[in-house]
């Protein structure tokens, strides 16, 4: 297996930037990168990025903006699968950093579904609207593969 220099340089800028210091536009910028470098199709990833940003904004991110080309969404199926995938996995990245729940004694609690709180309360609630959408993704894709 060839080595891609390329590859590994934007794999190590994803892992070691994480999104909560960057700027919407280094963040995306990062992603696309990232996603052309490992081979797939331009218009996926155009899908991706405007999903992912579209996600975050709907998740409560106020730096990111919501964006879709309805246009091409409607004509262009490689565009409304990334769109749709990102808005879905953004959206929960999201809520699941906003989520963090901070240190108790001392002690990390990484999974705030495990405390009866507001902050567990909302985390199901998400879990339970992630799941729902994404199972109405999947009826999308199966009808676009036809």
């Keep these: ?5 390329h590859i590994f340089v934007a794999a190590i800028i994803v892992l ?21 470098n490992q081979g797939n199709p331009p218009a996926y990833v155009l899908g991706y990025i405007e999903g992912c940003s579209s996600g975050r904004r709907l998740a409560g991110d106020k730096r990111f903006a919501y964006r879709k080309n ?6 262009d199926a490689l565009y409304a ?27 990390k609690d ?11 309360q909302r985390h199901r609630r998400v ?4 799941r729902a959408a994404e199972a109405e993704m999947r009826e999308i894709w199966e009808e676009l593969k036809k």
């Design 70 to 75: 309805t246009i091409r969404f409607d004509k």
């Design 127 to 130: 879990e339970a609207e992630s």
């Design 81 to 107: 699968r990334g769109w749709q995938e990102a808005q879905i996995n953004c959206r929960n990245e999201s809520l699941a950093e906003a989520l963090k729940v901070p240190a108790v004694n001392g002690r």
């Design 110 to 120: 990484s999974d705030p579904s495990s405390a009866n709180t507001i902050e567990a």
């Design 1 to 5: 297996m060839k080595f891609n220099l």
């Design 16 to 36: 070691l930037s994480g999104c909560t210091g960057l700027s919407p536009d280094r963040y995306l910028s990062n992603k696309q990168t990232f996603m052309l």
